[in-house]
């Protein structure tokens, strides 16, 4: 059976729950539903976004249409969608680790705190140390030890200054009092290829990309606040009594603010119907991706509880 077959009867509660709603939300969506992605076709924001809205036709009834609208960070759909009118059709599908990130590093036109209302999240994309399987270093403290007594010349791998690969590792440094030499990559498929080459020492890099190189890739520890999804048996920092800022980024759907409540209020309802089912679980693990639901005031609460440590760190970078 398909993953929309499936979720579809996991959905009945929901369209139960409709009819209690507000007029004006009763009669959304009342035509097709615009989802701005800003990510190029393929990858795994743009894989949860388009599952997603897939399963919220089947529950709605109307299409939910994906657009892909890339660049700056997610800042290029952002502007597209409070440009529009804040009804509900169009929404936009915000990677938020590396979206608020970007808007620390130079000033956006749009603010996510203040334009933007948080729907729902529905994945969660974190960090992980990695090494190849042939390495020396078994363990995180394996690693730590050999860093802590270089002389900074070790090399480490991620995607680019700013996204929060970066920001993990640079945090996980500072941590253990070390240095190291990064080298950016431009994607991780680049980064996980030099780490294969054994061109640099370790790499920040994500549970996709530990997909089909299960034999070649070893993962010592996440950035998160819980197990992993996929690999549920590797450690995260605070297990190993790690303290650090870490960057963990929400797969989240967003709509510009001033939107009716009442139609945040459904549509995250859906959204938390589908994240609970085992088809679209089952889909997004697959993947390399950990299914996780929050409403939006609880992402909110996380970002603003964390936004301070982050800054603390982008600003480490421009002083360096």
């Given amino acids: 059976m398909g993953i929309l077959k499936t979720i579809r009867a996991g959905l009945a509660g929901t369209a139960l729950a409709l009819a209690a ?16 992605i800003p990510f190029s076709p393929g990858g795994a924001n743009d894989t949860v976004a388009r599952t997603m809205g897939s399963a919220l036709e089947e529950t709605f ?53 203040e334009d933007l209302t948080f729907v729902a999240q529905m994945a969660q994309l974190t960090s992980a140390v990695a090494v190849p399987a042939s390495s020396e270093y078994e363990t995180l403290q394996d690693l730590i030890d050999a860093l802590q007594a270089s002389d900074g010349s070790m090399t480490w791998g991620h995607t680019g200054e700013g996204g929060f690969h970066h920001v993990n590792g640079v945090s996980f440094l500072d941590a253990i009092g070390a240095e190291g030499r990064d080298v950016p990559f431009d994607g991780s498929s680049a980064s996980r290829a030099a780490l294969l080459g054994e061109q640099i020492d370790y790499a920040i890099l994500s549970t996709s990309n530990y997909l089909g190189f299960e034999n070649e890739l070893r993962f010592l520890a996440f950035f998160s606040d819980s197990a992993d999804a996929v690999l549920p048996d590797v450690p995260t920092m ?24 009442a139609i945040v209020d459904q549509l995250s309802a859906a959204i938390s119907e589908v994240v609970g089912s085992d088809a679209y679980r089952d889909e997004l693990i697959s993947l390399g991706i950990t299914p996780a639901y929050r409403d939006g005031a609880e992402v909110r609460e996380l970002i603003q509880n964390r936004i301070g440590g982050w800054q603390a760190i982008i600003d480490g970078l421009d002083a360096e």
Avoid: K
């Fill in 238 to 261: 605070g297990d190993l009594g790690i303290d650090l800022v870490y960057v963990e980024t929400p797969s989240v759907w967003v709509v510009p603010a001033g939107t009716d409540q």
């Fill in 21 to 36: 709603l507000p007029a004006a939300a009763q009669d959304w969506p009342g035509q097709p539903v615009t989802v701005l």
């Fill in 61 to 113: 009834g109307v299409p939910f249409t994906p657009v892909n609208a890339t660049g700056a960070g997610g800042f290029v759909a952002a502007q597209q969608l409070v440009a529009g009118r804040a009804d509900g059709y169009t929404v936009s599908h915000q990677s938020l680790g590396t979206f608020i990130l970007t808007s620390l590093m130079n000033e956006q036109q749009v603010d996510p705190l």
